[in-house]
């Protein structure tokens, strides 16, 4: 965690060789991370940035976080009381963009030559993306899901602001940082009191959608994980070899 910088400190996925897989460490290094900037009196909102071409790959087949601590670190992001920013300059996979979907606010670019790009690859390998619809699916336009959801399809950063995955995207000199100064700026402006109240009015339906459907979408997880088509694509992924359903 590095900051604060005028308020806003930054929170930096920092596990590239593994393209910021989301692990059960990784898991809990974020939450504590994001736990000390809610009760910094210092801190007015949190950028959630990464290091290397993958903002997150989605979950760590090798070392898989529980569902459950998976659902609880998404449900803090949106509870915090500080606004999060997410800043993507790379690629979002699966698992990952239920945690882009948890920030407040997303804007995504390039950097080195790498797009921002997106997909929610689960069915490929046999699994859902049953944990992440607790964020993502109060967010996305529902013919958007439905496409997205069902065929694995990556799309890009254009893409992900019509169907509302991110909030705004950097294109030809355009800079990300350049594209996130003002929303930094008015982040700073704000009184704290306020800028919790506000994200408490926006949130709602994300929080809501975590007190129906958390406990249903954790036992859909843990049965598809448990699968043996879960089994034949995680082995297929690792081995690097076409699934064997695929046509």
Not at 5 to 29: I, K, Q, Y
Not at 136 to 150: F, H, M
Not at 207 to 229: I, P, Q, T
Request: with cysteine.
């Amino acid at each position: 965690m590095a900051g604060p910088d005028r308020g806003v400190v930054t929170l930096t996925l920092d596990a590239p060789a593994n393209r910021n897989a989301l692990s059960a460490a990784l898991v809990a290094e974020l939450a504590a991370a994001l736990e000390e900037a809610g009760k910094d009196d210092s801190v007015r909102a949190a950028v959630l940035t990464h290091t290397g071409t993958t903002f997150c790959a989605g979950a760590d087949l090798r070392e898989p976080p529980d569902p459950g601590a998976f659902v609880a670190l998404l449900r803090q992001v949106v509870e915090l009381p500080k606004p999060v920013v997410a800043r993507v300059t790379g690629h979002v996979r699966a698992g990952g963009l239920g945690l882009l979907a948890a920030c407040d606010i997303a804007v995504a670019g390039s950097a080195g030559g790498t797009e921002a790009s997106f997909a929610l690859t689960e069915v490929h390998i046999g699994v859902v993306p049953a944990v992440i619809s607790l964020t993502l699916l109060p967010r996305l336009d529902p013919r958007a899901a439905s496409r997205y959801y069902l065929t694995g399809e990556r799309f890009d950063a254009a893409e992900a602001a019509r169907i509302g995955l991110i909030t705004a995207y950097a294109t030809g000199a355009d800079d990300v940082d350049g594209v996130l100064a003002p929303v930094l700026d008015g982040l700073r402006k704000a009184a704290p009191g306020a800028l919790a109240d506000a994200k408490k009015l926006v949130t709602a339906r994300v929080l809501d959608a975590f007190d129906k459907e958390a406990d249903a979408y954790v036992a859909l997880s843990a049965h598809r994980f448990g699968s043996a088509e879960a089994r034949e694509g995680m082995a297929a992924f690792l081995e690097r070899r076409e699934r064997s359903w695929a046509l």
